[in-house]
Nanobody, 122 residues
């Protein structure tokens, strides 16, 4: 069984930066892709970014390209989401996910974190 524990959310102002972390417990995550999704109030959960297990492949949704960076530390079984130039429309609950690359990209990973709230004020 895998448990994903997110941290790093909070309330920031537009233009600020924030870094989210997600630690995988229970088994090694180094052979799996890890990604981030978010869900804004009244909206469906959407894909944000994914990073392959090797770290060699990254994909971002268009709205965060150039502002967000996903990275991982396999020794710590942890994935990060560095968010810069935050906008009010980035306000959402952010979830990390773990599974095969295809499963994460398709939005159907087996393992999800509990979510961490990010609120960006204007």
């Amino acid at each position: 069984q895998v448990q994903l524990v997110e941290s790093g959310g909070g309330l920031v102002q537009a233009g600020d930066s924030l870094r989210l972390s997600c630690a995988a417990n229970g088994r090694t995550a180094s052979s799996y892709a890890m990604g981030w999704f978010r869900q804004a109030p009244g909206k469906e959960r959407e894909f944000v970014a994914v990073l392959s297990w090797s770290g060699g492949t990254t994909v971002y949704t268009d709205s965060v390209k150039g502002r967000f960076t996903i990275s991982r530390d396999n020794a710590k079984n942890t994935v990060y989401l560095q968010m810069k130039s935050l906008k009010p429309e980035d306000t959402a609950v952010y979830y990390c996910a773990l599974d095969t690359y295809i499963a994460v990209v398709r939005g159907t990973p087996r393992y999800w974190g509990q979510g961490t709230q990010v609120t960006v004020s204007s």
